[in-house]
Structures are given as C-alpha cells and as structure tokens.
C-alpha cells in the first residue's frame, strides 16, 4: 500500500429519516424533508404554501409509503 493511499473509514447510521408534509387543506400536495428523531420525537408542524389553494396552510407530518 502506498504512502497516499486513503483508507475510508465505516461510518454509522444516520438518524434522519425522510418524511412527508401532508396539506391539511386536502389538496394531496405535500413537501418532503428529513428529520431527526432522536433530537423530534413530536411529529412536525408547519404552515407552508399550498399551490394548489394558493394560500399558507398547516402541513402536518405523515410516513413516506
């Protein structure tokens, strides 16, 4: 093996999980994101822009199927 040879390294899990924004407004639009369920472990709220009503509406957390 030579001098600059670089070894990687294992690395952990990560402890982000992908979940859905689901629109309280019952559009079916929603916005993905990651979250860090050891730090969360409520599920997430947001008001964010609905296009499809277009207007700010509640976006609650929901499972990526």
Do not use: C, W
Request: charged fraction near 25%; hydrophobic fraction near 40%.
């Amino acid at each position: 093996m030579h001098a600059t040879a670089v070894i990687q390294m294992a690395r952990g899990k990560g402890k982000t999980i992908p979940i859905k924004l689901l629109s309280s407004a019952g559009t079916g639009f929603f916005y993905t994101t990651r979250k860090n369920v050891t730090r969360n472990t409520e599920k997430l709220a947001f008001v964010k822009f609905d296009p499809v009503v277009r207007k700010h509406v509640l976006f609650n957390e929901a499972k990526i199927k």
